[in-house]
């Protein structure tokens, strides 16, 4: 590393401490951050020169350099004469692909025992080709020959969608067309190493170990013991999810992973659950619709929802009602986890073991469902409904009701009914809250947020169900819906953690919603 130069104001500190107090080159050489060579350089070179301490304080930086700095021609040595002598020679032999400037090197160094170093026989043929205008020889080092034969086979290897011989083919051919390694890696998203060794394979072994299989060895116990997993889990979607504590009707890879830990006693991850199905040939399979609303007064009436939900206080609840069903109970057809080859048919006449409708109310604020059973739609049922949330919701100031454009759910009844409950309120001992109708427009069930939690019921307990009763089926619903109020009771913030997070959208009104889906309902 070539030795930096000190300041013009470092030197005259020198030469001043030097001449005023006689301090030694080490004890300068702390005080001037400079090495001691350098400070016995300068002394020398101020010595020999006939400057007085007051002229070389007077001197300009430029002019003291020149005084005391100097530059030096050096001459070439012997050894640089020879080498130069040699470089012509060198570079002839260098046309040869086999050979390198490191075998040149280690060769003149056998002549020369004394000679320069690698590094400075480097630079000085580059210099050397610099000065000549000579380019340098092109050369790969790591290129490989491919005898006709070879090559034959690495084309088709290269035409293949077996991706292993693919990469091979393609680092081979472009190793014997020159191109870097660096390109290569970049190429085949492989590292040089591996390059590497497919070369030296090829090199040594030939083109016939390169086609061996690369997988790792798996002992007989262990294949045993992945095809006995296998074998359990296909034994485990063949039952109900049901039988194994799970409140759906379809299973998912965390239920299975679960079931599976429960019945054998021993955890499995969702990952090897998902791999070991894929290579049975089970897959998921699903399909989408959207909906839409011919309302002439659609934005109006949605401006009025969404005015009411900005202003809404705490003492004022929101509630989004609408009934499921009619629902036949008889077994269901949906999404399932079947082999790939299998189709899955439900029989397109059967015989329901009833029907249920259950009319629910979805809170938004908290998020809790009311719900129960009714026998038929009509406006008795609305009043109902009416009538438990007034109960629940006794010590609001103002309860809001929105459902779609029914019949049935703006009845002259059911008006007067709301009517006879504002009244009341002019009595002081009256508990009701006061009640407002917030109608969604007419064809716009996808605006309706309880649709999304029906349309989350349905996937988890109706899809692929197949009930012995109608009480079993509104066991299942009751449990459903039970689990989510406890759980949006206990941290509404976590909205979407359990299987309701399989509904459609949040319990949130938005225009964008599209909460109806027609595949569960």
Not at 56 to 68: N, Q
Not at 186 to 191: G, I
Not at 263 to 268: C, D, N, R, T
Not at 421 to 450: C, K, M, T, Y
Request: proline share 5%.
């Amino acid at each position: 590393m070539p030795t930096r130069t000190p300041s013009a104001q470092t030197i005259r500190n020198i030469i001043t401490l030097h001449a005023l107090t006689r301090l030694s080159y080490r004890q300068l050489s702390r005080l001037s951050d400079v090495s001691k060579t350098t400070v016995g350089k300068y002394l020398s070179a101020f010595e020999r020169s006939s400057l007085s301490l007051a002229k070389a304080r007077r001197l300009s930086d430029k002019e003291l350099h020149a005084l005391l700095s100097p530059t030096s021609v050096r001459q070439p040595s012997r050894r640089h004469g020879t080498l130069i002598g040699l470089l012509p020679v060198i570079h002839q032999r260098l046309s040869d692909p086999t050979t390198s400037l490191l075998d040149q090197w280690k060769l003149y160094m056998r002549k020369h025992p004394q000679g320069l170093g690698y590094s400075r026989v480097a630079q000085l043929y580059a210099e050397w080709l610099s000065t000549n205008s000579l380019p340098k020889w092109p050369r790969h080092r790591w290129a490989v020959p491919i005898v006709n034969d070879d090559f034959k086979v690495l084309r088709k290897w290269r035409s293949s969608n077996n991706k292993r011989k693919w990469q091979r083919a393609v680092a081979l051919l472009d190793l014997q067309s020159h191109r870097t390694l660096a390109s290569i890696c970049r190429k085949l998203e492989r590292s040089p190493k591996t390059i590497k060794r497919w070369r030296g394979m090829l090199l040594t072994q030939g083109l016939a170990s390169l086609a061996l299989p690369s997988k790792k060895a798996v002992s007989k116990e262990r294949l045993a013991m992945i095809a006995t997993k296998k074998e359990r889990l296909v034994k485990i979607i063949h039952e109900p999810p049901s039988l194994h504590g799970v409140n759906r009707t379809t299973w998912t890879l965390k239920t299975l992973a679960a079931a599976y830990r429960s019945v054998h006693g021993e955890s499995i991850s969702m990952g090897s659950v998902s791999q070991y199905f894929n290579a049975l040939g089970y897959k998921f399979k699903k399909a989408r619709k959207v909906l839409t609303s011919p309302d002439p007064d659609y934005r109006t009436k949605l401006k009025q929802i969404t005015a009411i939900l900005s202003r809404l206080g705490p003492r004022e609840k929101f509630f989004s009602i609408d009934e499921f069903g009619p629902c036949a109970v008889k077994r269901r057809g949906g999404v399932a986890l079947v082999p790939a080859d299998e189709i899955r048919t439900i029989p397109q006449r059967q015989h329901s073991k009833g029907s249920i409708i259950c009319t629910a109310a979805l809170e938004l604020s908290t998020n809790q469902i009311t719900h129960f059973y009714s026998k038929r739609k009509n406006t008795a049922e609305m009043i109902k409904m009416l009538q438990i949330l007034v109960a629940n919701y006794r010590d609001q100031d103002r309860i809001f009701l929105s459902w779609d454009a029914a019949s049935w759910h703006a009845s002259k009844a059911f008006i007067k009914r709301v009517d006879a409950i504002n009244a009341q309120r002019a009595n002081p001992a009256s508990l009701a809250p006061r009640v407002e109708l917030a109608p969604l427009p007419s064809g716009a069930q996808f605006l309706n947020v309880i649709e999304s939690v029906f349309s989350g019921m349905a996937r988890a307990v109706i899809h692929n169900s197949d009930y012995g009763s109608v009480n079993e089926c509104k066991r299942a619903i009751d449990r459903h819906f039970r689990e989510r109020n406890a759980a949006f009771a206990k941290n509404p913030r976590r909205a979407g953690k359990v299987i309701w997070g399989k509904e459609r959208e949040l319990p949130v009104f938005k225009e964008a919603n599209n909460c109806k889906d027609p595949r569960y309902r």
